[in-house]
C-alpha cells in the first residue's frame, strides 16, 4: 500500500499540466495520453465517489469525519505512491486536516502569480475578474460541494500557498518557471519522486504533455472535467504575465494590497 503524495495548487496554476505530465512520464504512450484519463495513476482528492454520497448531500462537518478514512482508502489504489490532486490549503477544519498528515509521503505544490490566476479563475468559473479578486482573497474562500465532488477548502491564495510551502518533504514548482524551461522544471519532479530518467524519456514526456497538445485534445475530445459555466476552453492560453494586458490598474493594485507579501517570496514582485 503506498502512501499520498499530494499534488496541490490553488486553482488555474497548472495542476492538470503536472499531472498530465505524470502520466505520460510514467506510463510511457506510444500517443499523448488522454486528458480524460488523468485518473489512470492519480486520484481527485475531492471526487464524491469516495465520500459514498453526492457534495451536495454532506455538510463540511461530514466530510471532514470521512476524510480521514477517505485517505486511507486511496493509499490501497496503487502499490507505490499514490497521487492525489488537490486544490484544499493544507489546513485543519472542525479539527481534523484536509490533508491528513498520516498518510502523506510528500507533496508537490505549484504556485502561479495570482494576477494571471484571476484572470484564468474568471473564466474557467464564469465570475467577473473582480468577484474572483474578492474570492481569492477571502480566508474561508471554498469550493461548494456538487453532485461529482464535495467542498474543498481554499481559504486566500496568500493562506494557501503558505499552508503548502510550510508542508513537510515539499517540492515547490513555479508555474512560470515550468513554462520557462518545461524539461528543467519537470526534471525536478522526476528527481523529486527518486526517478531515474533517460533524456530522452523525460523530453517526451515533457513533448507529449505541452500545451499546445492538451488543448489539441481538448478541442478534438473535450475535457470532462472542465466546468459548465466557463466561458472559453480549459486549456485557454497558458502564457504568463496576461495580467498586464487585462487586468486594469485598480485590479492588479487590489491582488498586490492583499497578497504582496507573499507574492514577493516567490519572486512576483521586485
Known sequence: MGKLVWLASYPKSGNTWLRAFLHNFLLQPETPHSINALTDVSAVECAAV????SGTALTTHDVQKLRPAVHQKLMALHPGPVFVKTH???????????????????AIFVVRDPRDVAISYSAYTGLSIDEIIAFMADPRAANRGTDRQVFELLSSWSAHALSWVGANNRLLLRYEDMLANPEAAFGRVVRFLGSGA???RLRRAVAFSNFSV?????????????????????????TSGQWRDALT??????????????????????
Open 249 to 270: 490598474s485598480a485590479q492588479a493594485q487590489k491582488i498586490t494590497d492583499a497578497h504582496g507579501e507573499v507574492m514577493r517570496n516567490f519572486g512576483y514582485l521586485g
Open 214 to 238: 492538451l488543448a489539441a485534445q481538448e478541442s478534438a475530445s473535450g475535457y470532462h472535467a472542465h466546468s459548465p459555466d466557463a466561458r472559453t476552453a480549459f486549456f485557454r492560453a497558458g
Open 50 to 53: 469516495y465520500f459514498g454520497q
Open 88 to 106: 484544499n490549503a493544507n489546513l485543519a477544519l472542525h479539527d481534523v486536516p484536509l490533508c491528513t498528515p498520516a498518510v502523506t509521503a510528500a
Open 198 to 200: 533517460t533524456p530522452e
